[in-house]
């Protein structure tokens, strides 16, 4: 499956951002989807994650209450919503996607998931 995120951009403290992940070429219901992020400096990790059904969440806990995963099976796409953006929030942000379903603690760890989109940048200017 091939993946390509999109909807990043600079934004100023507290607003907000929609980043969007649209799949092509396999069966997206049949994938797990996480977003995860890459900061200046720092090592990729966890943003959230979403099962194939999209009625089970994961969130780090840095953006719990604050961003949102969903996706939509019909369209191929996952979402990832950004409020109350706070300037650490700045990173590349990658859509990644998994076959089958795992262990809740797996979605976290990008080890469990074979796809990965090519990263779209979010600054959060103070």
């Known amino acids: 499956v091939q993946l390509q995120a999109c909807g990043g951009g600079l934004v100023q403290a507290g607003g907000s951002l929609r980043l969007s992940c649209a799949a092509s070429g396999g069966t997206f219901s049949s994938y797990r989807m996480g977003w995860f992020r890459q900061g200046p400096g720092k090592e990729r990790e966890f943003v959230a994650a979403?099962?194939?059904?999209?009625?089970?969440?994961y969130y780090a806990d840095s953006v719990k209450g604050r961003f949102t995963i969903s996706r939509d099976n019909a369209k191929k796409t996952v979402y990832l919503q950004m409020n109350s953006l706070k300037p650490e929030d700045t990173a590349v942000y990658y859509c990644?996607?998994?076959?089958?379903?795992?262990?809740?603690?797996?979605?976290?760890?990008?080890?469990?998931?074979?796809?990965w989109g090519q990263g779209t940048l979010v600054t959060v200017s103070s």
């Open positions: 979403i099962n194939r059904s999209g009625d089970i969440t």
């Open positions: 990644a996607a998994g076959a089958g379903e795992r262990a809740p603690n797996n979605y976290y760890s990008d080890y469990f998931y074979r796809y």
